[in-house]
């Protein structure tokens, strides 16, 4: 499934009304959401996470679908309702947290009554756009929730560096957490030889080569703030597995932060380990 046209996903799993009854029961196939816009049409697709197939694809028109919170059900259960018609699909939120819950429905809802309409996260979740922004207008990253293969070797330089260098992975830790420009900054002195290997990544307008303070505007910019933000939301629905073996690690490291970040502290260990056998 291409990115480009992205523009929300988060893990649910569908549920089903009783035959005869009010009463809806959770299926326990792990899935998500994704809304999907594609030749100016909104998609709400549901995906298995486990054999990564779109087993339900809904063209959604502005205004005639809603999704809320059903009342009568205990637990985490959601009603996608069309005021076009009687149609009813029931869905529950598998996060193993709720609190972000209320942002996910929000801006679900934002894309059904406008699908121009931009997402909006708390400060927890991504961070206040900063004001230095100056030279990362041009960077590429992509406005859907999943991230380049480009886009994750370069994250993946900076966790490891920042994981070498002891900052610690909470589970509850989100990567705008970790990919703070305080946590950054520090890198680019320490580690001069990792500017030319991002240089391929950043924006072709920046000077050549790009020095420790133009990499400082651009870590602070909101463009990279949200490009971190996405790739986290990518993350948090388990469905980048196949992607991050093309940067060498275990397809369970695209399932989740916690999994992405054990993999790359054990990755940074064992070059560590290679390097030290080779010094001796």
């Not at 009342?71 to 985490?76: C, K, L, N, P, Y």
């Amino acid at each position: 499934m291409s990115d480009s046209g992205t523009l929300l996903a988060f893990k649910a799993g569908r549920a089903f009304r009783r035959e005869g009854t009010n009463f809806v029961d959770p299926s326990p196939t792990k899935g998500a959401i994704i809304l999907r816009k594609e030749d100016d049409l909104l998609h709400l697709i549901w995906r298995n996470r486990t054999t990564n197939e779109a087993e339900e694809d809904l063209i959604l028109f502005p205004s005639d679908a809603t999704f809320s919170k059903v009342s009568q059900a205990s637990g985490r259960v959601y009603v996608l309702k069309f005021s076009s018609s009687d149609q009813r699909h029931f869905f529950w939120m598998q996060d193993a947290s709720s609190a972000r819950d209320e942002e996910f429905v929000n801006n679900v809802n934002g894309f059904l009554m406008d699908p121009d309409y931009e997402a909006s996260w708390s400060s927890s979740s991504q961070p206040e756009a900063s004001t230095s922004a100056t030279g990362a207008s041009s960077s590429s990253a992509p406005s859907g929730s999943q991230a380049t293969p480009e886009q994750l070797a370069q994250l993946q330089q900076l966790l490891s560096t920042a994981m070498g260098a002891g900052v610690p992975p909470p589970s509850e830790m989100s990567l705008n957490d970790i990919l703070t420009p305080a946590n950054i900054t520090p890198l680019f002195v320490s580690h001069p030889n990792l500017i030319p290997t991002l240089f391929p990544h950043l924006p072709p307008d920046l000077p050549t080569p790009p020095s420790p303070e133009v990499l400082q505007r651009i870590i602070s910019s909101p463009q990279f703030r949200s490009a971190v933000s996405n790739f986290d939301q990518a993350l948090r629905t388990g469905l980048l597995g196949g992607l991050v073996r093309g940067l060498g690690l275990p397809e369970e490291a695209g399932t989740g932060i916690e999994p992405f970040l054990r993999a790359i502290q054990r990755q940074a260990d064992q070059e560590r380990g290679e390097d030290s056998m080779d010094t001796d």
